[in-house]
Nanobody, 125 residues
């Protein structure tokens, strides 16, 4: 699976951005798709995923970020509202296809085997 994310940029605190990630492959609807982020000097962390028709969020973004998917376009989105400076990071789209979609690993980096190159999100205070 090849992934390409876009939509990052510079925004003021309180603003919004929408990230998109286009995936290759004929079975996109069966993929678990996730968003992770990595801030400077920090480890990559889980942001959100869609798995088995359900959406899961990290506590730090719950209520502010919304992840969705359009299977007809092989695309997932991450709508980010009320952005904070601490949301500044490189955001990565990730995917994993069955049978490797182990539910217990949906929050973990090792639960995904395809990664896009990342898109920078910078939130100024």
């Amino acid at each position: 699976v090849q992934l390409q994310a876009s939509g990052g940029g510079l925004v003021q605190a309180g603003g919004s951005l929408r990230l998109s990630c286009v995936a290759s492959g004929r079975s996109f609807s069966t993929y678990r798709m996730g968003w992770f982020r990595q801030a400077p000097g920090k480890e990559r962390e889980f942001v959100a995923c869609i798995s088995d028709g359900k959406t899961y969020y990290a506590d730090s973004v719950k209520g502010r970020f919304t992840m969705s998917r359009d299977n007809a376009k092989n695309t997932v989105y991450l709508e980010m509202n009320s952005l904070k400076p601490e949301d500044t990071a490189v955001y990565y789209c990730a995917a994993v296809a069955p049978p490797r979609t182990i539910s217990s690993m949906k929050y973990q980096i090792r639960g995904y085997d395809s990664w896009g190159p990342g898109t920078q999100v910078t939130v100024s205070s």
